[in-house]
């Protein structure tokens, strides 16, 4: 069951459907964020941020270039 659900998550699904009880700990247990993917997360959202006072069209983050295309207000 545990590898089925892992598999899932690296195809990109976001929840898989249980038969019985004993299964949602295995679930829950792939499908929840981790504490590394919520601080990353908000370091992009902090660097957007930034970059939307600033007006950049691009931004260096975590060893990646992000170009922004266009930011809305």
Avoid: Y
């Avoid at 504490?35 to 007006?55: N, Q």
């Amino acid at each position: 069951m545990k590898n089925q659900t892992v598999f899932a998550n690296q195809l990109g699904f976001k929840a898989k459907l249980v038969i019985h009880p004993k299964q949602l700990d295995v679930v829950h247990q792939v499908f929840s964020t981790s504490d590394e993917e919520i601080t990353r997360a908000k370091k992009i959202v902090e660097a957007f941020e930034k970059a939307e006072k600033k007006v950049l069209r691009r931004l260096k983050l975590m060893d990646n270039l992000l170009i922004i295309q266009s930011i809305k207000s």
